[in-house]
């Protein structure tokens, strides 16, 4: 089954409408016909903040405020992308990474059912992660691939999977999207591709001449964000709930994206300004992470847009101004 993108109308409540994937959601739904509100945290860091969204100062790990807000205005979507999206803060911070990624979640998802009890429908569209699989030994990887997370973060996100599927089988709209990594000129520098494509940039400019990175032989499957927010839209508005894979089905490796990202931004020799620090490594680390997103191509009718390298050029040519 095809699912438009392009319907209109409604009202949606995005949580973490200020980060990456929400700005990009939050604009296409918006130009939908959506009447769009966000939750955003008091000190939001990330402030991407989409013109035309109404906007709503509160935390998802205060289950009673989300109650109330949601009663309030009565949306009939739910896309929970709040997060502590950083896979390296959630060794310092596992605590909050389960408050913030796991209970959070499993709190909307009461509330969203106790409205269906009461007779209003709300769909849910929960951003799920390839840090679901750990470090898998199959590739590339679909919805049936052993949950099996090596991190707190994708521990927590495995949690509110789970959450997601459990509600769905109780009858709930309630889609699970396993997304890869995905990038923008957007991304926080927390992420290793905004971390390199800022440096290789101020390198370009002669503003730098060092850029210190971790893992470098890591692969990961990397796609361009709006492109991901796009599937969200389409799982809202499928007929029928359900968990997608949401890749480009292509994997690099760390090394690949530094090269990729000096030569975009017309530097030589990157090996000259890139050093190894031990500090960048991870605990617990997997070697490739690669997705099939067979079902949602053929189920949603999605497939990415940019290659790997119209990401990178797009995220260089942003910080180069
Ligand atoms: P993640 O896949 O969600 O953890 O996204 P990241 O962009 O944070 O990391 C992607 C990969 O890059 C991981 O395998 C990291 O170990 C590797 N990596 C190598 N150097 C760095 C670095 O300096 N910063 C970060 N964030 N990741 C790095």
């Not at 769009?36 to 205060?62: M, Q, S």
């Not at 309030?72 to 739910?78: A, E, I």
């Not at 973060?153 to 396993?178: D, Q």
């Not at 991901?228 to 029928?240: I, L, T």
Request: aromatic content about 6%.
């Amino acid at each position: 089954m095809e699912v438009s993108a392009s319907a209109s109308g409604g009202r949606a409540l995005i949580t973490g409408v200020a980060g990456q994937d929400g700005s990009y959601l939050a604009e296409q739904l918006l130009a939908d016909g959506v009447e769009v509100h966000g939750l955003v945290r008091r000190d939001d860091a990330t402030t991407y903040v989409p013109e035309g969204a109404t906007l709503h100062v509160g935390d998802v790990t205060d289950p009673e405020s989300t109650r109330a807000l949601l009663n309030d205005l009565g949306p009939d979507l739910v896309v929970n992308l709040a997060a502590m999206s950083s896979v390296a803060q959630s060794w310092s911070e596992p605590e909050l990474s389960y408050a913030v990624n796991a209970e959070a979640a499993m709190a909307l998802l009461e509330t969203v059912e106790e409205m269906a009890d009461n007779g209003h429908e709300v769909r849910f569209v929960q951003a799920s992660s390839a840090e679901l699989f750990g470090s898998p030994t199959v590739s590339p990887q679909d919805e049936s691939t052993l949950l099996a997370p090596t991190n707190p973060y994708g521990v927590a996100k495995a949690t509110a999977h789970r959450a997601v599927a459990e509600a769905r089988a109780r009858g709930l709209h309630a889609s699970s999207l396993i997304l890869y990594n995905h990038e923008s000129p957007r991304r926080p520098a927390t992420f290793v591709t905004r971390k390199i494509t800022m440096a290789a940039a101020a390198i370009a400019r002669g503003e730098a001449d060092d850029l210190a990175l971790g893992n470098l032989d890591a692969r990961r499957d990397w796609g361009w964000a709006p492109d991901y927010a796009d599937a969200m839209v389409r799982a809202g508005r499928a007929e029928a709930p359900g968990d997608y894979v949401i890749a480009t089905g292509v994997s690099h490796s760390v090394r690949d994206f530094v090269a990729a990202a000096f030569t975009a931004a017309g530097v030589d020799d990157w090996e000259q300004y890139v050093r190894v620090d031990p500090d960048f490594f991870r605990p617990a680390d997997a070697t490739e992470l690669v997705g099939d997103a067979s079902r949602a191509r053929r189920a949603l009718g999605w497939a990415p847009t940019r290659t790997f390298e119209q990401v990178v050029a797009a995220m260089v040519a942003a910080d180069l101004g």
